[in-house]
């Protein structure tokens, strides 16, 4: 399976987030450009219609995780991720519970209430927080609080910018009993129907999604400034996103997106948080 096997690049370099990357050390980034690499294949097999097999090409991936941990990996990438969780005790779950919740997707599975939903970002987004903070070395507990409040807050606002696009894919991430709330059935969300009350469903989980980030910055004013970097890039960049989306009006029939210069002033601010304080 030649083509399972990327070698990782450095595109984070390109991203929004890039100047986060040289406030740490080499090693750090190595291993955090390896991870993110691993990241967006499992997002790309989930999403991209060119995967002729996503099931199967995640089956591959589950069984080189294993070979990761056994220290017999098979292809580049696992190489470095296996050199990653070495050097920096990633936990294992940040790779089986990512390639779940892209099992997750490919089923369209649904969520009933807001604790299921909270499994899903528990494995897409939360997981990714916790091997960053592996990376970065912050102490166990404290990863694990700041992980789920900024995982949370940060995929709930892509749930909530993305509702139009992920119902093209069939799949819907808003809770059963929360569209019900507002009288809204799961096909009306893939069908497009009643985006008034879909607005007002959105801007219920916004405020779920405020709370997650106000959490998550005052925990990382505890935590030690230049690792929290990172971190405090991605709540600053996807915050204003989200606070882009509420002056919208939270609109249904397409995605609001950050542009560039958007992107940069987070990262200021954020760069400026850290002087700061």
Not at 77 to 106: N, W
Not at 217 to 240: D, E, H, I, N, S
């Amino acid at each position: 399976m030649e083509e399972n096997k990327p070698s990782v690049n450095t595109s984070y370099k390109k991203s929004s987030f890039g100047p986060a990357f040289f406030f740490v050390s080499k090693r750090r980034r190595t291993a955090l450009a390896a991870y993110y690499e691993f990241c967006r294949l499992m997002d790309d097999i989930a999403d991209e219609p060119n995967v002729k097999d996503p099931l199967k090409e995640l089956d591959f991936w589950q069984e080189e995780v294993t070979h990761i941990f056994n220290h017999t990996p098979q292809t580049p990438l696992g190489q470095q991720l296996a050199q990653a969780v070495d050097e920096f005790a990633i936990g294992k779950e940040s790779f089986v519970q990512l390639i779940e919740g892209m099992r997750d997707d490919l089923k369209g599975k649904i969520y009933h209430t807001q604790e299921e939903l909270n499994t899903y970002l528990y494995r897409v987004a939360v997981v990714v927080g916790l091997a960053t903070l592996d990376i970065l070395e912050v102490s166990k507990q404290p990863a694990r609080t700041l992980a789920e409040n900024l995982g949370r807050a940060v995929q709930l606002t892509n749930i909530i910018r993305d509702v139009c696009e992920d119902a093209k894919l069939n799949r819907v991430y808003l809770p059963v009993d929360l569209l019900t709330k507002y009288g809204l059935t799961r096909d009306d969300i893939l069908a497009g129907k009643s985006q008034e009350k879909t607005s007002q469903v959105l801007a219920e989980l916004a405020q779920t999604a405020r709370a997650y980030y106000q959490k998550a910055f005052a925990q990382m004013k505890t935590l030690p400034r230049l690792k929290m970097l990172p971190c405090r890039m991605m709540g600053c960049v996807y915050a204003k996103n989200l606070a882009k989306i509420s002056k919208s009006g939270f609109i249904v029939s397409r995605s609001v997106k950050l542009t560039k210069a958007e992107k940069l002033i987070g990262v200021v601010y954020a760069c400026s948080q850290t002087v700061l304080g």
